[in-house]
């Protein structure tokens, strides 16, 4: 596999599940990022990471919750979801932070 | 704190004709990039924007950066219907004195090319 892969691709659940959503980048990258796209607003960070330590953590309500284990693999944790938590959430990464950043292809869920 | 402001958010416009779209910001950064973004999938990179006066062209589509103006053009020539889509510009914010490690997008274009 190449670039940056997201799985899964779509998901829905209900507002007591707990899921996780996982991205995994092929590139040597050092830097990953979550982001959520939602119909109605621009693009939005929600979490940067930087050689696997957090550096931006953009007031993130704590029912999303991010790890990333080594620097191929970012991961976000989904506990107690609301309705309007439903978005594309999009992966992207790069090498160190500011720089161009590649973008999986997504994850589109669904809170029900 | 670092604005990104892009117009139009909408576009409509004929096969063969030409058409601009602007991105504003409101903090002085060198360091400005274009995203491409088909309905339903994720962000294509076009293009990156590295230095006052820099100009990237790729098939139709033209960039620049005038870093003095804090303006980024994305200039479509001759336009057909792969085209369509919604293109972002996005601006470096760690570039920016005091900024955070994160590149701020604008809204979006979202551009619609017509037979």
């Known amino acids: 596999e190449t670039g940056v892969t997201q799985t899964p691709r779509h998901l829905v659940m209900g507002m007591t599940n707990k899921k996780s959503l996982k991205c995994e980048q092929h590139?040597?990258?050092?830097?990953m990022y979550w982001y959520k796209q939602s119909a109605k607003k621009p693009l939005e960070l929600m979490f940067v990471?930087?050689?696997?330590?957090?550096?931006e953590n953009n007031s993130v309500p704590s029912r999303f919750s991010p790890e990333c284990p080594n620097s191929s693999h970012l991961f976000l944790h989904l506990h107690t979801l609301q309705p309007e938590d439903s978005a594309l959430y999009l992966c992207?990464?790069?090498?160190?932070?500011?720089?161009?950043?590649?973008f999986g292809p997504g994850t589109r869920l669904t809170v029900l | 704190e670092l604005k990104v402001e892009q117009n139009p958010l909408f576009l409509s416009m004929q096969e063969g004709k030409n058409y601009t779209i602007y991105c504003n910001y409101s903090?002085?950064?060198?360091?400005l990039y274009w995203y491409r973004q088909d309905p339903g999938k994720s962000l294509e990179s076009l293009f990156v924007?590295?230095?006052?006066?820099a100009v990237k062209q790729e098939g139709r589509l033209m960039a620049s950066l005038d870093t003095k103006a804090r303006l980024s053009t994305l200039h479509i020539t001759a336009a057909v219907h792969d085209l369509s889509a919604t293109y972002f510009c996005a601006v470096d914010n760690s570039r920016i004195q005091g900024g955070s490690e994160k590149l701020v997008f604008g809204k979006g274009t979202k551009l619609t090319v017509n037979p």
């Open positions: 990471y930087s050689l696997e330590e957090r550096v």
């Open positions: 992207a990464s790069s090498q160190d932070t500011g720089r161009f950043q590649f």
């Open positions: 903090t002085t950064s060198d360091r």
């Open positions: 590139l040597g990258h050092n830097a």
């Open positions: 924007l590295l230095s006052n006066g």
